[in-house]
């Protein structure tokens, strides 16, 4: 049976592979970024892209873009094991994973970059948001619903939102939309129901926590401090 090593890998190259493998091997999908990967294995973005180009080109991963609705803008990309990673060059009883990888990776010298990238990778996945963002995407329509505004599913607003749900519940979330929307909606305030500033570590718990009138006057807001 061949091996990587007959098909003239570098030590980044099997690092890339076995990230890459381990991520369909335990998720069924591998979406990563090349800068994602980089730091799992603590290398440079442009050296992953050299990596998955070659590994590409050997056939042993298949690579597809994914572009945005009636758009030529690349939205992600989608990796998957090939026919040949898959059957002719690694059977099922090769499992390759950071726990249990093939013998060349096993002797590898970059063997703690693979042990730090397990610890990184399954942190990321103990998390459901990682992969589907379901209770941002909540959260996000709930304010949209609520404030009439038009905030769109983005990288960036869940990275804001999730930030918070590690420490207040969906219901929390939800409680500072209502009570803020009772005092700022329809008034010159109504810009600042947005995301950035709901959310905000440092104003989020007394917006949580404040008493509100919810007869909204539509006057003026004084002494908020942003």
Request: proline share 1%; hydrophobic share 30%.
């Amino acid at each position: 049976m061949q091996t990587l090593k007959k098909l003239g890998l570098t030590s980044t190259d099997k690092l890339v592979y076995g990230t890459i493998y381990t991520m369909l091997n335990v998720t069924g999908k591998c979406f990563m970024s090349n800068a994602s990967i980089a730091e799992s294995i603590e290398i440079k973005p442009k050296t992953v892209s050299k990596s998955i180009s070659k590994l590409s080109e050997l056939g042993l991963i298949n690579v597809k873009l994914i572009y945005k609705e009636d758009s030529k803008q690349i939205d992600k990309r989608y990796i998957t094991l090939s026919d040949y990673s898959r059957g002719g060059m690694l059977r099922k009883s090769d499992t390759l994973s950071y726990q249990s990888s093939i013998p060349m990776l096993q002797k590898s010298e970059d063997n703690r970059l693979l042990n730090k990238s397990i610890n990184r990778l399954n942190n990321n996945m103990s998390s459901s948001n990682e992969h589907d963002h379901s209770e941002a995407k909540e959260i996000i329509a709930y304010l949209n619903d609520k404030a009439d505004k038009h905030f769109r599913n983005t990288q960036s607003n869940y990275k804001t939102i999730e930030a918070r749900l590690k420490d207040y519940s969906i219901d929390d979330l939800k409680r500072v939309i209502d009570n803020k929307c009772a005092s700022w909606l329809n008034t010159n305030m109504d810009k600042y129901l947005r995301i950035e500033t709901l959310f905000r570590a440092s104003k989020i718990d007394g917006y949580l926590n404040e008493k509100v009138d919810t007869r909204n006057t539509g006057g003026e807001v004084h002494g908020i401090d942003f």
